[in-house]
Every structure is written in C-alpha cells, then in structure tokens.
C-alpha cells in the first residue's frame, strides 16, 4: 500500500499552481491524491487527450487538472489536496478557473473545503453541480473544452485569515456527467482582496485592493444588485 505524505511545517509561500508539469499524474507538486477509488482524476494537457485546443484556464497555457467523469460511476469522487499554507498577516482568498459540461442534466460537483487540523475535519467553502457549475452546453461526446468555455473563479477565504496552518482540498464528485477542468489554482493575490458595491453587478474586486470593503462577505451583506 502506497501512502502520500503532506509536509508537516506550513508555507507562507501562496499556491500558484498552473499543472504546467507531466501529463497524467494523480496530483501535482505540493499536492497530494486523496483518490480510493482510482477514478480518473489527473494532470492533462492536449497532447495527452484527444482535444484539439490548449486545455489551460481560457486557453493561456496547455495544462490544466481533469476529472474525467465521462466514465466514472455515480457517486465516485477523488481530492486534489494542497500542502499546509500560513495564512497569517493575510485576508485570505482563493482564485480559480473551471470548465464543466454536462452530459445531459447530470449534477456532477465541485467542491472546495478548507481543514486547519491537518485534514481530520474539513469544512466546504464552495460548491457547484450540474447547471451552476457547467461553463458550456451539455454534450454526449466527452468535453475538452476551448478557450471561451473556461470560468474564472473567487472564493472568500476571510473565516481563515491569520492561520498559520490551512489546507484546501478540490473535490470532484461524479454523477456520471461529462469532463471537469480545474486550473490556475491561486492565493497570491489573498493580501489585495477588497470589494466595491456595483448597481448592476453586486460586489466586485476592483482589483486595486483598494475596494471599500475588505471581504466579500462584508461587501454581500449591504449590497444588493438589481
């Protein structure tokens, strides 16, 4: 039985991961594979997969993490944990981009949770399945998707600032659907988080970190879009 380690002492350095590294590896460097099950869940690009564009978030790179739920039964699912991050002197935030189709209307997930006791309990932090989480229309063919069908992603991380010892987890749950991409996994820009309240939009990062208020959560409780 092979054991994958995570290493004991926590890095101020941010997650900046791109899986710009081998094809078909259960998790990058800094990452290990919480996979029982063996389902299809590794690092891929173009050249390793029938797709016939870049399989990088929006098509800037050709690397990216799949879940390859095309083929793997209902109910199924594998993580994609991250080593220990100190997140002191930090309002910490998460960014990611994904790309899902279904296969019909099946509610294939993507989950985010958080542990600050080396993974003994978790806590889910976002979540989307089925029509909330696809980023192109349903297709019976498997999905390689191009640079258009491609969804950036934040996620408020506030709950966690100052720990000096998080990990995150991206989980996978299949309902027998069709392909899920995860890519340019990042918590370097966690220090210039801020949000403004927009008419239209809701709250929004100006990207300045220089918005009104300092979490998302903050920003949600007096804004309302029209």
């Given amino acids: 039985e092979t054991f994958a380690k995570i290493n004991a002492t926590a890095s101020s350095t941010p997650i900046i991961e791109g899986f710009q590294g081998a ?3 259960p998790a990058p460097a800094g990452a290990i594979a919480d ?4 389902i299809t ?3 891929v690009s173009s050249s390793s997969t ?3 564009s870049s399989l990088g978030g929006n098509g800037n790179s050709d690397g990216s993490f799949l879940w390859y739920f ?3 039964a209902a109910g199924l699912s594998s993580k994609l944990i991250f080593e220990k991050r100190d997140f002191s002197g930090t309002t910490a935030q998460l960014s990611f981009t994904h790309a899902y ?3 019909q209307n099946e509610a294939d997930k ?4 958080v542990s600050t006791d080396c993974g003994a309990t978790w806590t889910s932090v976002w979540e989307k399945s089925g029509t909330a989480l696809a980023t192109a229309p349903a297709q019976t063919t498997a999905f390689w998707p191009n640079a258009s069908q491609w969804v950036d992603n934040i996620v408020d991380l506030s709950a966690y600032d100052n720990a000096p010892e998080v990990m995150i987890a991206f989980e996978g749950i299949s309902a027998y659907g069709n392909s899920l991409f995860i890519d340019d996994i990042n918590t370097s820009a966690a220090s210039m988080a801020s949000w403004d309240c927009d008419a239209t939009l809701g709250c929004v990062d100006p990207g300045t970190g220089s918005g009104q208020y300092t979490s998302i959560t903050a920003c949600n409780a007096v ?4």
């Fill in 23 to 25: 094809d078909n590896q």
């Fill in 35 to 38: 996979n029982p099950n063996g």
């Fill in 41 to 43: 869940a590794q690092t």
């Fill in 50 to 52: 029938p797709a016939t």
């Fill in 70 to 72: 095309y083929s793997t």
């Fill in 101 to 103: 189709a279904q296969y």
């Fill in 110 to 113: 993507l989950k985010i949770s």
């Fill in 223 to 226: 804004c309302t879009s029209t």
